[in-house]
């Protein structure tokens, strides 16, 4: 349900919390089989997918808005909460509470890698480098740690603390050492998009779009695609940009044999919007 409505009446929405939290006490233990706590992820995903599809109100009133007082701070606010646009103010975007759930997640189960990323990537954004570096270092003696990602967030702890000279080197090394694994190719891409190298960028995204075609199985993803329709709209090559929407659509029918639904919808109307600006 979740995947296929862009919305969910109130009577669905009510109907379908009401279900969650009257099978929640039973659920852990009449199916032993999948992880305990499953139905509060249901329940998140219920409540995200709602502010999901009433952000996107959020940001269609609070634009027109904005073209007949652009000058009220009240709807760039909304504006910015409804599409996570950059909050100047520091206090409003610092995510030193995420940092603490985090921090208290990996105390308790250290044995679990995705928590340090997570963690890592809060403490960058918010450049806090030193405790980033600390976290690292312990992820990295973890059993299963992805041998790519430790040099990727060394050079993103480098760009932080404002060391481009090391940063890029080791971006270089990255690509030198991992040149034919497509987890690190999309990183690395993903540094140059991030420093508005879109040019170079768009040849790692490439890049990994080939490996991804040699092997795509064990990479069942189009966040490439995704990567290469934005930088393309960013160059102003629109039909570029609408050439990899239709890739995600043709991705969405031959991988997932998903033909219709919100993702569907959300990319038809990516397309739409694209066409209109070369119109």
Not at 203 to 209: L, Q, V
Not at 225 to 233: G, K, P
Request: aromatic share 12%; charged share 35%; glycine share 2%.
């Amino acid at each position: 349900m979740l995947d296929y409505e862009n919305e969910l009446t109130d009577e669905a929405f009510n109907n379908t919390k009401e279900f969650l939290l009257d099978i929640k006490d039973e659920y852990d233990e009449n199916h032993p089989d999948r992880m305990d706590g499953r139905i509060y992820t249901f329940l998140a995903h219920l409540y995200h997918h709602r502010i999901v599809s009433d952000s996107r109100y959020v940001s269609l009133y609070a634009r027109k808005a904005m073209n007949f007082h652009p000058n009220a701070k009240e709807d760039q606010w909304l504006l910015q909460k409804s599409e996570g646009a950059v909050v100047w103010d520091w206090n409003a975007r610092q995510h030193n509470s995420t940092i603490e759930f985090f921090k208290d997640l990996v105390e308790k189960h250290p044995e679990i890698g995705r928590n340090y990323l997570f963690l890592m990537n809060n403490l960058i954004a918010d450049h806090r480098t030193k405790e980033a570096a600390v976290y690292l270092d312990s992820y990295s003696k973890l059993p299963d740690h992805k041998d790519v990602l430790v040099p990727v967030y060394e050079a993103y702890i480098a760009f932080a603390e404002y060391r481009a000279e090391d940063a890029w080197k080791i971006v270089s090394d990255i690509e030198e050492k991992f040149h034919d694994n497509y987890d690190a190719m999309f990183e690395v891409a993903g540094i140059y998009a991030s420093n508005a190298k879109h040019e170079e960028a768009l040849e790692r995204y490439h890049k990994a779009e080939e490996i991804y075609i040699t092997n795509h199985k064990e990479h069942i993803c189009m966040d490439h695609l995704q990567a290469q329709a934005r930088i393309y709209e960013i160059l102003g090559k629109y039909e570029d940009a609408i050439r990899y929407v239709e890739l995600q659509i043709k991705y969405l029918e031959e991988e997932w044999n998903i033909t219709e639904g919100a993702d569907v919808d959300a990319l038809c109307e990516e397309k739409r919007r694209l066409i209109d600006k070369i119109k």
